[in-house]
């Protein structure tokens, strides 16, 4: 599975972004897809995760600001990320595994680097 994410960039606090992840390969394994990020010498952190069956999983951070959405038909993912705050400046990936409990075990995208300035 090939996993490529757009949209990241620079927005000021209180701004919006949407991430977008585009699969392809081996999609026919992918149940589970999802969002990580990661800021410079901090834990990757789990932002958002959805399955096939519309369970979805946020983090406290993301609860209320971030939503994820799929299209199983375009294999694609987004993130759509509201009310932007500095700290959530960080590398965000997209992956995509079988299981929500186990995703961060699949296959990982490259990134996309969101900055938020305050």
């Known amino acids: 599975v090939q996993l490529v994410e757009s949209g990241g960039g620079l927005v000021q606090a209180g701004g919006s972004l949407r991430l977008s992840c585009k699969t392809s390969?081996?999609?026919?394994?992918?149940?589970?897809m999802g969002w990580y990020r990661q800021a410079p010498g901090k834990e990757r952190e789990l932002v958002a995760v959805?399955?096939?069956?519309?369970?979805?999983y946020y983090a406290d951070s993301a609860k209320g600001r971030f939503t994820i959405s799929r299209d199983n038909g375009k294999n694609t993912l987004d993130l759509q990320m509201n009310s932007l705050k500095p700290e959530d400046t960080a590398m965000y990936y997209c992956?995509?595994?079988?299981?929500?409990?186990?995703?961060?075990?699949?296959?990982w995208g490259q990134g996309t680097q969101v900055t938020v300035s305050s």
């Open positions: 992956v995509a595994g079988t299981e929500i409990e186990t995703i961060g075990e699949g296959s």
């Open positions: 390969g081996s999609i026919f394994s992918i149940n589970a």
């Open positions: 959805t399955d096939r069956r519309g369970s979805t």
